[in-house]
């Protein structure tokens, strides 16, 4: 049988970077396959945040290469790299919604810039409600952000993030701050999405049930490179003692 | 080396990074695809909503500084001059410097804590994310409005002070409507008018790209937003001196006193 070789939608090569004396990440080498729900464990201060930051260009990496979507990020003009960000969505730990604009505002403010004035006109309003719809919060459409609960924003902020229908969903500690049961519902959100939308996610967690419920593979970022690759199963089962004390 | 020292002082720095910051504003203006609609929404925010701020002031300045003056000049023999007085005082420097310290007060701060906290809570980092260029979307708009907005403040400052100079005058005195503003503009020429109004650009310039500067470079979470709204107001407002001193000199040198 013909194997099919799927190219990576997002492949990090020997990418350092550091903030003064500290150095963040080390060589650091990753790919993310199309489809792939990768999840970045790590302890606090490892770098994972600041990794998908230089995955989308918000934090430049020191030396190596970045190619998301086939497109070196590094190398990309402003023009190019803000075509390419309407491919990404990015969902931030402090959900960064906009807090003079209601919710529809906040959900129509990238189309500002991907789509035309006619196609705004048409179909901003349907795909604002068919994005609060997926993440069943309708009815928050003309509220303020300061009239949301800790979960509502991160679904808005998550609603806000596929408003342009991205390939690539990148979450940045998506359950943190969230009680249990909120944070479950995040997290099957976050699958339900992934496979509506087919889109490949990334996500930065140190939430073991978000991890479960969402990964198909996990990478451990430990001193700034990739200590361990596998599935949650692989890698709870594993007797390594820096992987072990993830899993306890 | 040793000479160069001075030049790690905090204050070269901060110099440097706000002249760094300016020539990213001329850059950004200068390239197609400008933000018309949060320009005009925010000379609504800055204008329209410091009107009554200004309006207060400006009457109240009148009429304080008219019943100060009078004493003065009624030892003199000269309280038939109080209209003219007052009004040259008042337009030339006394109302475009308070409207220009009173929105240093408002708009800087208000700029510098909006900005910064829209920093310390990433949502400029998510604009960035969305496609959209923050430094055009949230400083080229704040500091052009901010520009056009000081100015008219100004001038409406220098209408109602006059106003409260008229009151001023009639408190103690007697003198008529018509006479009143007969006096008043008997003196005021455009060399008052003219340079007085310019300068009053450069204020809302400075005070748009110092409250801009000071909430886009915010830091160190919600004690960082405190420390540039704070920062903003003072730096501000000292630039708002400065540029009156630089414009009294050029005022003078064009002979224009």
Known sequence: MEQVVKNPVIEVKNVNKSFGDNHVLKNFSMSVLPGENLVILGKSGSGKSVLIKCIISLIQADEGEIIVLNSPIQELEQDELDHLRAEIGFLFQSNALYDSMTVRENLEFPLRIHWTKEERAKGAEAAVKEALEDVGLLHTINMMPSELSGGMKKRVALARSLILRPKVILYDEPTTGLDPITSREISELMVSVQKKYNATSVIISHDLNCIKITSNRVIMLIDGTCYADGTYDELSKSTDPKIKEFFE | ?257
């Open chain 2, 1 to 257: 080396m040793k000479y160069l020292k001075f030049l790690d002082n905090e204050f070269f720095k901060e110099a440097g990074e706000l002249s760094h910051f300016t020539a990213r504003f001329f850059r950004e203006l200068s390239k197609p695809k400008q933000e018309y609609e949060e320009f005009i929404n925010q000379c609504f925010w800055i204008g329209y909503k410091t009107l009554m701020l200004v309006g207060v002031t400006g009457f109240i300045m009148g009429l304080v500084l008219t019943i100060q003056s009078r004493p003065t000049l009624v030892e003199f023999g000269a309280e038939s001059l109080l209209p003219s007085m007052v009004s040259v005082s008042l337009v030339r420097e006394i109302a475009p410097v308070i409207t220009a310290l009173i929105c240093a007060g408002k708009i800087g701060s208000g700029l510098g804590a909006e900005l910064g906290s829209m920093k310390v809570t990433e949502q400029i980092d998510a604009m960035e994310v969305s496609g959209t260029n923050p430094f055009k979307y949230l400083v080229v708009t704040r500091v052009l409005a901010a520009t056009l907005m000081v100015p008219i403040l100004s001038s409406l400052a220098n209408a109602i002070s006059l106003y409260g100079g008229f009151l001023g005058v009639n408190i103690r005195g007697d003198v008529s409507w018509n006479l009143y503003w007969f006096q008043v503009f008997k003196i005021l020429s455009f060399g008052d008018v003219i340079p007085s109004l310019i300068k009053t650009f450069f204020f809302g310039f400075a005070i748009g790209i110092v409250g801009c500067y000071k909430g886009f470079s915010s830091q160190k979470g919600t004690e960082g937003v405190g420390r540039s709204a704070t920062t903003a107001v003072i730096v501000a407002s000292l630039m708002v001196f400065i540029i009156d001193l630089i414009a009294v000199q050029i005022t003078d040198l064009l002979g224009l006193t």
